[in-house]
């Protein structure tokens, strides 16, 4: 259980993220709520955690500016006085092809995925040193390791959280602090409700478990992570395809 443990995660308003601080609050932790644009799904995240008889918080933060994320992570330890979780799921897509895409498109997707999750292990990690310990999660993607045509910017933003992943593992593991990271394949979300049903039967035809995952599917691998289960396990990438990238 991770009863009295402070929970932070990035991108929490929808999707995996979501699911991921419902179930860490059903555990036992208090979760921030973090989101970027909608408050009101963000509000609905927290409803249905109190609802079920946990505790959240709500805190607006774009991961990807270096300055409101400090603000932001030092505005949740002079609140709560520690931070024991860190779940980095913030994550955006700007899709097409090399080469049509635009400097811009390639910027803010690497800005978001890549150094908003630098940006919260950075400030969270100053906490989780002087507590000797704690647990870091990266949402990587199968996609960060096999590839994927018309995404370059989006593998390259999730290859990026695997080497950061591992080499912030052998920086903080000497504090009792673990990082890892999860590679999703494809999870029934609002991005894959968009693709049609062509696509979706392609995709699932790739998958040796031949269904898509749920955000659940993902949460519970988190839960474990962060557990005291998990405390021998650092630098890791837990992929939860299906098989998809074996």
């Known amino acids: 259980m991770l009863d009295g443990k402070i929970a932070v995660v990035t991108g929490a308003s929808r999707g995996i993220g979501r699911a991921i601080a419902i179930e860490l609050a059903a555990r036992g932790a208090l979760v921030v709520v973090n989101y970027s644009g909608s408050e009101s799904r963000a509000m609905e995240v927290k409803q249905e955690i109190t609802a079920q008889g946990g505790k959240a918080d709500v805190w607006q933060c774009d991961v990807s500016d270096y300055g409101a ?3 932001f992570m030092q505005g949740v330890i002079q609140k709560y006085g520690r931070i024991d979780i860190l779940i980095n799921n913030a994550g955006i897509t700007r899709d097409g092809l090399l080469m049509k ?3 811009e498109d390639f910027d803010r997707v690497l800005d978001v995925n890549l150094k908003g999750a630098f940006h919260t292990i950075r400030f969270a990690s100053r906490q989780m040193l002087k507590q000797r310990g704690g647990r870091i999660v990266n949402m990587s993607s199968v996609v960060g390791i096999a590839g994927n045509a018309g995404q370059v910017n989006y593998a390259a933003s999730k290859a990026g959280i695997i080497g950061l992943t591992k080499s912030a593992a052998k920086e903080l593991a000497s504090r009792g602090i ?3 990271a999860i590679a999703p394949g494809f999870i ?5 409700e968009n693709l049609s049903d062509a696509v979706k039967e392609a995709a699932a035809a790739q998958i040796p ?3 898509f995952g749920k955000p659940e599917d993902v949460a519970k691998t988190a839960a474990f992570l962060v557990s ?3 405390g021998y396990i650092t630098g ?4 939860v395809d299906g098989g998809m990238a074996i």
Do not use: P
């Open 69 to 71: 994320c400090e603000a």
């Open 101 to 103: 895409m635009s400097e």
């Open 178 to 180: 673990t990082v890892n």
């Open 188 to 192: 029934d979300t609002e991005m894959t």
């Open 209 to 211: 478990l031949g269904k």
């Open 228 to 230: 005291e289960d998990a």
């Open 236 to 239: 890791q990438v837990i992929q």
